[in-house]
């Protein structure tokens, strides 16, 4: 069946302006992320990521015939269920949508543990982005020295809490804008989370590029 016209190919709900600006700038780099050009209407949950896991379904309902796509994002730290898997919860909220009539059309990415684990890519424009250009000790130092990053690991194993105090040591204050700026700048093929690749191969299952 050929879609409305009017109707866009993307409604995305996240529980806050940080996911919202993470996921607007990425989408702005189609190429990038190896899909087509899209139009796309981003909501938020007022009642943060617990609400996307518990009322996406009712929140997204009456947009089904509007959007071609719909897709929940929203962090395991703070959902509510902190002590299940993120597939789980992923495919709980994904049934919900489809009974609430979006069928196979939409998806659902929990982020494990928060947003800010995407941040932590070993990029030179995260250094940048941070004010910790020329810096000494550099980032990953001093992260290490503060006890935030274990000998051998590749990201914070609190990955919100590290970006607050490196931002705090510069004297720069968290923003979505930061968020953003990080997303438009750093290659997405540096990111393995898992959360992260279920929402690039997601897209471009939906929007293959050429």
Not at 6 to 20: I, N
Not at 69 to 84: I, M, T
Request: glycine share 8%; net charge positive; proline share 5%.
């Amino acid at each position: 069946m050929t879609p409305p016209s009017d109707q866009k190919d993307l409604l995305v709900l996240t529980p806050g302006r940080d996911e919202a600006a993470v996921l607007r700038a990425m989408l702005q780099r189609p190429k990038a992320v190896g899909i087509l050009r899209i139009t796309v209407e981003f909501q938020q949950h007022p009642d943060r990521d617990a609400g996307c896991r518990l009322r996406a379904h009712e929140f997204l309902k009456g947009a089904c015939g509007r959007f071609q796509h719909a897709l929940v994002v929203f962090d395991r730290e703070g959902c509510g269920a902190e002590d299940r898997k993120r597939e789980d919860l992923e495919r709980e909220v994904e049934h919900r949508l489809g009974q609430a009539g979006w069928c196979d059309r939409a998806a659902v990415v929990v982020i494990d543990p928060e947003l800010e684990v995407w941040i932590w890519v070993n990029s030179s424009h995260l250094d940048a982005t941070l004010g910790w250009a020329g810096r000494r000790p550099t980032l990953r130092e001093w992260l290490a020295q503060g006890g935030f990053l274990a000998e051998g690991a590749a990201k914070p194993q609190r990955p919100k809490q590290a970006i607050e105090r490196a931002l705090r040591k510069v004297g720069k204050t968290r923003s979505s804008a930061i968020y953003a700026q990080l997303a438009a700048r750093v290659s997405f093929a540096r990111c393995v989370d898992p959360a992260f690749i279920k929402l690039r191969t997601t897209l471009q299952r939906w929007f293959a590029g050429s």
